[in-house]
């Protein structure tokens, strides 16, 4: 997928693919909102709850106009 031009994912940006955080995942409400606010701000990302490492947004990345490959959380190509 690196680089390569492709359709945004049949989803909301705000709803990470399955396979890049569980639904199941112990931190995912705090995760989510704390996307949600960095979508709504149209910051490029925010800091992780719980790892404090910056984390790029779908907004930002859907911005950007490519996958990179590099297995972002919030990728809005995964599709499958």
Do not use: K, N, Q, W
């Not at 199941?24 to 490492?53: F, K, N, Q």
């Not at 790029?56 to 599709?79: E, I, M, Q, W």
Request: net charge neutral; hydrophobic share 35%.
């Amino acid at each position: 997928m690196t680089g390569e031009r492709r359709p945004l994912a049949d989803r909301p940006l705000t709803e990470p693919h399955p396979s890049r955080l569980s639904p199941d995942h112990a931190d995912r409400a705090r995760i989510l909102a704390a996307h949600d606010a960095a979508l709504a701000a149209g910051e490029a990302g925010y800091l992780d709850p719980a790892t404090g490492l910056f984390v790029l947004s779908a907004g930002f990345l859907a911005r950007r106009g490519t996958c990179c490959g590099r297995g972002c959380r919030h990728c809005p190509y995964v599709d499958d």
